[in-house]
């Protein structure tokens, strides 16, 4: 039996609208009563003004995603929901799926958000997912200078991780001087890119702009690794590879949550992945995060400005009440 729900659609390259659709659940399926989504900034700025570039229309594809790119499409990843019926009911789960009220899906993409992480802060389950991916491709070991280039939601969130590797001297580097406090209360220490110092072990930039890759190059020390986690979409960015880069011998490595790194794909799948991001959000610091919230039925109304803000970090759509 189908049910009817809503769902925030890209209608046009920056236009957005909640639409009808129906929930449909198969063998196998559970259905969720969505409690919270939230707004990745980064990406979904970029899917809402159509700079997917057509040869990632297949890999960018969220996991429950309707329509095609550039648009109309139903795009997200960030879902908090609770089953709604059978074995599971009442349980609270993350989902990789787009802002919608009520929806269906296989019971083995539900993951159980643990004890002691509630829900409203379980919507950062995507994010903390991508930072524990970067941390792996940047092999950041104890007593490390780590450099993180962007204090985002991403970013905040490598800074977190890697300061709690024993012995790590963790910096976060951004031009918002706002963000300072957030990096003291993440245990790291903040720079603006001006001022930040060199001889770093290893570099993590997310800031997805030239001039932050250029910084990153800059204060790499030798030897060091430069990990580009940022998605530029279409377009070319620039790269410094001039000056001291060979001399220094430095490495730039690239960082994507669509693959596990080689290092921990043989023991490692997604879904041990997302549980582990779960429990990494157990601290209640990580609420610094979430930097405003939006009822659902007005996003049609919200979304664009949310997206534009500078300060956004992760955005919570509220559901119901």
């Known amino acids: 039996m189908s049910e009817g729900a809503r769902a925030l659609w890209i209608v046009a390259p920056g236009q957005v609208d909640l639409r009808p659709v ?8 559970v259905v969720i009563e969505t409690l919270y989504t939230g ?13 997917v570039p057509a040869s990632e229309h297949a890999t960018m594809r969220a996991p429950f995603q309707e329509g095609e790119f550039p648009a109309p499409v139903k795009y997200g990843y960030c879902a908090v929901g609770r089953v709604s019926g059978g074995a599971e009911a009442g349980q609270v789960v993350f989902v990789l799926h787009p802002h919608q009220t009520r929806f269906a899906c296989p019971v083995q993409m539900a993951v159980p958000v643990p004890e002691g992480v509630p829900p409203e802060r379980a919507v950062l389950a995507a994010n903390m997912e991508t930072a524990l991916n970067i ?60 001022a930040a110092e060199g001889r770093a072990d290893v570099v993590i ?16 020390g030798v030897e060091a690794r430069v990990v580009e986690a940022s998605w530029y979409g279409s377009g070319e960015t620039p790269v410094a590879l001039g000056g001291a880069f060979h001399q220094r011998r430095l490495q730039i490595v690239s960082s994507q949550v669509g693959r596990i790194p080689a290092c921990h794909a043989v023991r490692w799948d997604y879904r041990r992945r997302m549980e582990t991001a779960l429990r990494l959000l157990a601290s209640p610091v990580l609420d610094a995060l979430i930097s405003g919230e939006t009822r659902f039925d007005d996003l049609p109304r919200d979304y664009a400005g949310i997206l534009a803000a500078a300060g956004t970090l992760c955005h919570r759509v509220r559901y119901g009440g």
């Open 39 to 51: 707004i990745s900034r980064g990406t979904e700025r970029l899917v809402f003004e159509g700079r």
């Open 22 to 29: 129906a929930v449909e659940p198969g063998p196998g399926d």
């Open 205 to 220: 930039h997310t800031s997805a702009s030239a001039a932050g890759l250029g910084t990153a190059i800059a204060i790499a």
């Open 135 to 194: 941390l792996w491709d940047a092999q950041v070991a104890p007593g490390d200078r780590v450099a993180v280039i962007g204090a985002g939601t991403v970013g905040a969130l490598v800074g977190y991780l890697a300061a709690r590797v024993p012995g790590t001297d963790v910096t976060l580097i951004d031009r918002d001087d706002a963000r300072a406090g957030l990096a003291a209360a993440f245990g790291c220490g903040f720079a603006r890119p001006e």
